[in-house]
Structures are given as structure tokens and as C-alpha cells.
């Protein structure tokens, strides 16, 4: 190529980005106004013609937002799910399997919300990356949701399927996972010693419940997990003395 062809064919690109990034920004206006249409056809554009990752996962990601809000649950979940599929290392990659794994759980489609929380577990997300996001209330917000937001996002889905289907061998597994410090980790520990609870493992559930009590001694599932492994008070009486003595 001649020096002015790569010119020509250099700002023929940069004015798709800009104009994709045009679209992006009003279909986010079409879906304040409640214009779906709207932004479905713009959304589309930008998916179809965009060769920039960001932007169409950006797309994508939009394009599921408006089909959850038109009830459209499936058509949604798959556009979230194309965003991770054809662009996993971006940050609306990682905002769409949490969305996803939303919509999936509300639709006791338990079993695809897990492939999407487990999916959100292993990806690299970037925490400093800034994604936008749309209330429902209409209003934009732009901010830095870190990795470890989501993944607790992601915990309390796990929490509640695993409450719902008594905690099978996924959800455990994924669950183990999950920071202990971190707001969900008493959940995610109580869900594992029932687990193991159920399973017959009853030590592995007792080393859960001490976990438990020595991180968060006052936080309801540490009064919950005395109540599903010590069904007498007074046997618990000295383990849950001594755990709280030691913090």
C-alpha cells in the first residue's frame, strides 16, 4: 500500500470507532427515554460494524440490557453470553456473565447462572477498568466496580442456589472460592458446612461453622450455622465461647 492509502484507510477506521462510539453513546439515551427500538437499531450498528473489542462487548452488553427490560429473558442472557464468548477479556465481558447469571437465577435457570459465575470466577476482569451502567431508574453511572465486587455479586447467586438445591458439589466448589473476609464469605461458609452437613462429612462441616465463628462471630449465618449443627444449645455453649475467645 502507498503512504496514502494507509492514511485514507487509517482515519476510515478512526471514524468508525468515532462513529460507533457515537451510537453507543445514544442508544444509552434511547434506553433512559425508554426508547428500545431505538437502541436496539443502534446497538445493532455498532455490533455489525465495529471492529474495536470494547465497543461492540459494550454493544452486546447494552443489547441485553434492553431485552431484560422488554421481558425478554432468553434473547437477553444469550446477548450477554455472546459478549463473553467473542470478547472475554474486556470489562463488559465480565459485567455481562453477571448480569447473565442474574437473569438466569430469577428464571431458575440454575445451571446456566453457575457456568456464569464460575465463568466470572476464572477471567482476569480489570479492576481499574470503568464500565458504565444503567439503573433502573434511568440514571448512567460510570465508576470502577472492582473484580471482587462482582465476585461478591456473584457469591450471594451461588449462596441462593446452593440454598435452593441444598448446596450441590458446583456450587460448593465455587463457593470455596470466595473470599472469607469479604461481605459474602459467612454465607459462602455456612453454605459449604451445610454441604458437608448433608454429605455425612460432619467434621468438614464443624471446621466450617469454627471458620465461621472466628471471622464473623456476630453476622447472622454464624448464629445460623450453630443452629444447623448444634440442634442442642447446650453443646454449642463451649465451642462458641471458645471460638469468640480466641478473636
Same mark, same amino acid.
Given at each position: =500500500?502507498?503512504? &496514502?492509502? $494507509?492514511? #485514507?484507510? %487509517?482515519?476510515?477506521? #478512526?471514524?468508525?470507532?468515532?462513529?460507533?462510539q457515537a451510537r453507543i453513546g445514544l442508544a444509552e439515551s434511547d434506553i433512559v427515554g425508554r426508547d428500545y427500538r431505538r437502541a436496539l437499531r443502534r446497538l445493532s450498528e455498532v455490533t455489525e460494524r465495529s471492529s474495536v473489542p470494547e465497543q461492540a462487548a459494550h454493544a452486546l452488553y447494552l443489547r441485553g440490557d434492553v431485552l431484560s427490560r422488554l421481558g425478554r429473558a432468553d434473547e437477553s442472557m444469550a446477548s450477554y453470553e455472546a459478549a463473553i464468548a467473542r470478547y472475554p477479556t474486556t470489562v463488559y465481558a465480565a459485567e455481562s456473565?453477571?448480569? %447473565?447469571?442474574?437473569? %438466569?437465577?430469577?428464571?431458575?435457570?440454575?445451571d446456566r447462572a453457575m457456568r456464569n459465575v464460575t465463568w466470572l470466577q476464572d477471567a482476569d476482569a480489570l479492576d481499574t477498568s470503568t464500565a458504565a451502567i444503567i439503573t433502573e431508574d434511568g440514571a448512567i453511572k460510570a465508576g470502577h466496580r472492582s473484580a471482587?465486587?462482582?465476585?461478591?455479586?456473584?457469591a450471594w447467586i451461588a449462596s441462593r442456589i446452593a440454598r435452593r #438445591?441444598?448446596? &450441590?458439589?458446583?456450587?460448593?466448589?465455587?463457593?470455596?472460592?470466595?473470599?472469607?473476609?469479604?461481605?459474602?464469605?459467612?454465607?459462602?461458609?455456612?453454605?459449604? %458446612?451445610?454441604?458437608? #452437613?448433608?454429605?455425612?462429612?460432619?467434621?468438614?462441616?464443624?471446621?466450617?461453622?469454627?471458620? $465461621?465463628?472466628?471471622?464473623?462471630? $456476630?453476622?447472622?449465618?454464624?448464629?445460623? &450455622?450453630?443452629?444447623?449443627?448444634?440442634?442442642?444449645?447446650?453443646?454449642?455453649?463451649?465451642?462458641? &465461647?471458645?471460638?469468640?475467645?480466641? =478473636?
Open positions: =500500500r502507498t503512504l &496514502s492509502q $494507509l492514511l #485514507r484507510h %487509517a482515519l476510515a477506521k #478512526r471514524s468508525t470507532k468515532t462513529a460507533s456473565a453477571l448480569a %447473565a447469571a442474574r437473569i %438466569a437465577y430469577s428464571s431458575r435457570q440454575f471482587q465486587t462482582r465476585h461478591s455479586e456473584a #438445591r441444598d448446596a &450441590s458439589t458446583a456450587e460448593v466448589q465455587w463457593l470455596s472460592r470466595v473470599e472469607q473476609i469479604g461481605p459474602f464469605g459467612p454465607a459462602a461458609s455456612y453454605w459449604m %458446612a451445610r454441604a458437608a #452437613r448433608l454429605s455425612g462429612r460432619d467434621l468438614d462441616a464443624q471446621a466450617y461453622k469454627h471458620q $465461621l465463628l472466628d471471622t464473623a462471630p $456476630l453476622d447472622f449465618y454464624a448464629f445460623a &450455622s450453630m443452629d444447623l449443627l448444634c440442634p442442642n444449645p447446650s453443646d454449642c455453649e463451649g465451642a462458641s &465461647s471458645g471460638s469468640v475467645n480466641q =478473636r
